[in-house]
């Protein structure tokens, strides 16, 4: 089994900035992607961004050039650094778990974060 547990969500004005936190444990693979999904009520949870074991990225349209995340494999850990964020920004956000070569999402998820941004 593998644990994620998010932090670092919360409440910004437009235009802020936060940084979320995903720290994977449990039976981790020597290899894994890890990324980044959000929901919003009635509404289907979305792809955000991913980090592949070996560093490359991927990021939805609406978040290139704002949003940017990183992994630090000593800590087990994923970020997304989240940049000049809009009112549409505004959902709960979930790590996401898989092996390489699958296709997203993966099989584990974290229990998410809110983000709320204001206008």
């Known amino acids: 089994q593998v644990q994620l547990v998010e932090s670092g969500g919360g409440l910004v004005q437009a235009g802020g900035s936060l940084r979320l936190s995903c720290a994977a444990s449990?039976?981790?693979?020597?290899?894994?992607?890890m990324g980044w999904y959000r929901q919003t009520p009635g509404k289907e949870r979305e792809f955000v961004a991913g980090?592949?074991?070996?560093?490359?990225?991927t990021y939805a349209d609406s978040v290139k050039g704002r949003f940017t995340i990183s992994r630090d494999d000593a800590k087990n850990t994923v970020y997304l650094q989240m940049n000049s964020l809009k009112t549409e920004d505004t959902a709960a956000y979930y790590c996401n778990y898989k092996y390489p070569m699958r296709s997203w999402p993966g099989a584990y998820w974290g229990q998410g974060t809110q983000v709320t941004v204001s206008s």
């Open positions: 449990g039976r981790l693979s020597s290899n894994y992607d």
């Open positions: 980090v592949s074991w070996s560093g490359g990225s």
